[in-house]
C-alpha cells in the first residue's frame, strides 16, 4: 500500500533563517506531488503541485519554492523565513490515473518567531 | 471560479446525537468532484469520500452518510450515533475535471467537538 511521510513534524524557527520541509511517498510511481498550507483559522491552500521530477507549479506567489529531486520526494524550501510563513503544512499525492483524489501526509507544524 | 462554502465554523454535540455538516459548492463545470476529509487534533488529513458530480446516489458507510444535492449544489455529511472519536475538523473539497485540474478548492473545514 501507498504512504506518505514528511519531516519535521514540528519546527520552531526565526524571523530570516531558512526553512526545508521533506516528504516521501512509498509503494506508487510517478506520483502528483502538492504542498498545501492551513494557516491559524483558515482553510487549505494550494502551494505547489508537481507532476514530475523537475517539474514545479506555483499558485500563489510566496517566498517559498518546492523542489521535485527524486520521483517520489518533494521539498519546501525558503531562504528567509517570514512571520507569515506559520501553519501546518501538507504533503499530499495522487495517482496519475486518479489525479481527483488526493491522500495527505501527517503535517509540519510550523512557527516562526 | 470554484468555492465551497461551509457555513459552520464550529458544532458541539454531546454523545450519540446525529450530527449534519452542511457543504455547498459552486462550479461552473458540469463534471466535477467533492470530497469529505476529517483532520483530527493530530493534524492529519483523512480521506473520508469522493463523490463525481454524475452519481447523487447517497451513499452510508456504517455511522457515516452522506447527502449530495445537485439540484441546491450541497453535499452534506451525517454522522449518526456521534461518538468522542469523531470529534475533528471535517472539511469538504471540490475537484474540477478537466487538463490541470491538479488542486483541490477546501473549505474552511467546520470544527466538530463531540462530548461525553
Known amino acids: 500500500s501507498q504512504t506518505i511521510h514528511q519531516w519535521p513534524a514540528t519546527l520552531v524557527q526565526p524571523v530570516g533563517s531558512p526553512l526545508s520541509l521533506e516528504c516521501t511517498v512509498e509503494?506508487?510511481?510517478?506520483?502528483?506531488l502538492y504542498w498545501y498550507r492551513q494557516a491559524a483559522g483558515r482553510g487549505l491552500q494550494l502551494l505547489f503541485y508537481?507532476?514530475?521530477?523537475?517539474?514545479i507549479s506555483s499558485e500563489v506567489p510566496q517566498n517559498l519554492s518546492a523542489s521535485r529531486p527524486q520521483d517520489r520526494q518533494f521539498i519546501l524550501s525558503s531562504k528567509k523565513l517570514l512571520l507569515s510563513d506559520s501553519g501546518f503544512y501538507l504533503c499530499?499525492?495522487?495517482?496519475?490515473?486518479?489525479?481527483?483524489?488526493?491522500?495527505f501526509g501527517e503535517g509540519s507544524w510550523l512557527t516562526v518567531v | 471560479a470554484q468555492k465551497v462554502t461551509q457555513a459552520q465554523t464550529e458544532i458541539s454535540v454531546v454523545e450519540k446525537e446525529d450530527v449534519t455538516l452542511d457543504c455547498v459548492y459552486e462550479?461552473?463545470?458540469?463534471?466535477?468532484?467533492l470530497f469529505w476529509y476529517k483532520q483530527p487534533p493530530s493534524g492529519e488529513l483523512v480521506f473520508l469520500i469522493r463523490?463525481?458530480?454524475?452519481?447523487?446516489q447517497n451513499e452510508i458507510s456504517g455511522r457515516y452518510s452522506w447527502n449530495f444535492q445537485k439540484s441546491t449544489s450541497s453535499f452534506n455529511f451525517t454522522i449518526t450515533a456521534s461518538q468522542v472519536v469523531d470529534s475533528a475538523v471535517y472539511f469538504c473539497?471540490?475537484?474540477?475535471?478537466?487538463?490541470?485540474?491538479?488542486?483541490?478548492?477546501f473549505g474552511k473545514g467546520t470544527k466538530l467537538s463531540v462530548i461525553p
Open positions: 499530499a499525492w495522487s495517482s496519475k490515473s486518479r489525479v481527483d483524489t488526493i491522500y
Open positions: 509503494g506508487t510511481s510517478n506520483p502528483n
Open positions: 508537481s507532476v514530475g521530477i523537475g517539474q
Open positions: 462550479t461552473r463545470d458540469t463534471t466535477y468532484y
Open positions: 463523490r463525481n458530480s454524475f452519481d447523487e
Open positions: 473539497a471540490l475537484s474540477e475535471a478537466g487538463a490541470g485540474s491538479y488542486q483541490l478548492t
